[in-house]
């Protein structure tokens, strides 16, 4: 198993009181791509994508990405 990034969208959803939908709105991006964030099965993010979700929830990166060490030492 890999360390991840994983994204905290969902909490910050809930804190602003905001859907998926209006977030996708906001950012500009689809439905489907902020599932795809919001799952965590994402690869990749560009800079301007993520400076628009920290716009659109008016939070800092740091509270949308946490770092996840794989556990398992072999």
Known sequence: MEDEILFNIDVM?????????????????????????????AKAIKISTLAKLCAALDCQPG??????????EE
């Open 63 to 72: 509270d949308l990405l946490e770092y996840r060490r794989n556990s398992n």
């Open 13 to 41: 959803l809930a804190r602003r009181k905001m859907t998926l939908t209006e977030l996708a709105d906001k950012v500009g991006i689809t439905i489907a791509n902020m599932s795809i964030l919001k799952t965590g099965k």
